[in-house]
């Protein structure tokens, strides 16, 4: 049997908390996994990782958060030294998967080892629904973010935003009700700084993403410095972006400002007038900070989800990047700075809908699930009497 102590430094005897999850497209991960603190064990999948502060269960006294990564540590190990990872997160180790062993088999170990009372599953895997049953069947609470596959219909609970793909799936096999609705959004900053009100010149935001696959960032620079008014702009480069791409955003518009990878993004983007943004996680801390985005959507699950924002009245989508045209994105820029009554709308709708308190609702439901479980199976004292 795979032992999952041999990949790792240090064993994780006090581990009542295991999370799985990747990062897919900016998503839901940096949210989920995190979203618990406590004492987590964060699986990443992927090519990218990333962590999200964990503070609700930390401050209910669960502990710390560890990471599990199925890749070589040397891949993540300089961010991991620089502290780049952990964005106020307590991380104290990480454990790698072996090679040849199965994910479900992998869990198990690690839950027979460490006992945890929750798996909290954000991945996009091939992990079946009879691998959540046998997750389940070691008396574990097993909980799916965001997850549309039929892992769902197994779990003990499930939490999404309300956009129209979750309405769209049969729940009728589903062991519980899932719970969708904006209030269950684990933001991966759930304290996002307030917004800034610039008096003077509007200040408008660029982000396309860590990576920006489509190489909008530069269009969208040209388009903006097509606008024929005084404007402050912030571009933020992603930390996968090439140099030469970086290099040729300055060079169109050196009046610009320019940032790679900020630490301070949430800083950044409360002092936003109007975002520029492909749809994302960007989108919902946009939202939540009060912030009038404009979406550029990369495919077509993006377009349905930002449809949810445009009918809640947070933004306004361009839908998608393959049919944009650069008037578009200038047009729009120019349609919300023109419209204050129609800012200020938007502002109020997604500070209403995103309030920053998801990751703590799903922390205390999280609770009483649990809480719930072991009374159910705690024999009262008058019972044991009567059978003794």
Request: hydrophobic share 45%; aromatic share 6%.
């Amino acid at each position: 049997m795979f032992n999952p102590r041999q990949t790792s430094g240090q064993g994780f005897p006090d581990a009542r908390w295991i999370g799985l999850g990747n990062e897919a497209g900016d998503q839901l991960f940096s949210r989920g996994l995190c979203l618990l603190g406590g004492i987590i064990f964060q699986v990443f999948h992927e090519s990218e990782d990333r962590v999200a502060p964990a503070e609700p269960l930390d401050q209910a006294g669960f502990g710390k958060v560890h990471e599990i990564l199925t890749r070589p540590p040397e891949t993540i190990a300089g961010r991991a030294k620089t502290g780049d990872m952990s964005m106020g997160a307590d991380i104290v180790d990480y454990l790698v998967k072996g090679a040849g062993v199965t994910e479900i088999d992998w869990m198990l170990d690690l839950g027979q080892m460490h006992q945890p009372k929750a798996w909290l599953l954000d991945v996009r895997t091939g992990l079946t629904p009879h691998s959540v049953l046998r997750l389940r069947a070691t008396n574990t609470l097993v909980v799916a973010l965001d997850d549309g596959t039929a892992r769902r219909l197994m779990a003990d609970a499930s939490f999404y935003p309300p956009v129209p793909q979750v309405f769209g799936l049969d729940w009728s096999l589903a062991e519980r009700e899932p719970n969708v609705g904006w209030e269950w959004v684990a933001l991966g900053q759930d304290n996002l700084p307030p917004r800034t009100q610039n008096a003077g010149t509007p200040h408008i935001l660029v982000s396309m993403g860590g990576s920006d696959p489509h190489g909008l960032t530069l269009p969208a620079v040209k388009a903006l410095a097509s606008i024929r008014r005084n404007v402050n702009v912030t571009v933020v480069v992603g930390p996968s972006v090439s140099d030469d791409a970086e290099a040729a955003v300055r060079r169109e518009a050196p009046g610009f400002t320019v940032v790679r990878n900020p630490e301070n993004l949430g800083d950044i983007m409360a002092t936003a007038d109007v975002a520029l943004v492909t749809f994302g996680v960007t989108a919902y801390e946009l939202a939540a900070i009060g912030v009038p985005a404009i979406y550029i959507c990369l495919n077509e699950d993006h377009a349905e989800s930002a449809s949810a924002f445009v009918r809640a009245g947070m933004g306004v989508s361009l839908g998608l990047a393959a049919s944009l045209e650069s008037h578009h994105m200038s047009d729009s820029v120019v349609d919300l700075l023109d419209d204050p009554d129609l800012c200020r709308s938007m502002s109020a709708a997604g500070r209403m809908n995103l309030d920053g308190r998801g990751a703590t609702r799903i922390a205390a439901a999280l609770t009483r699930l649990i809480q719930e479980r072991a009374e159910a199976l705690t024999t009262p004292t008058t019972l044991r009497a009567a059978v003794a």
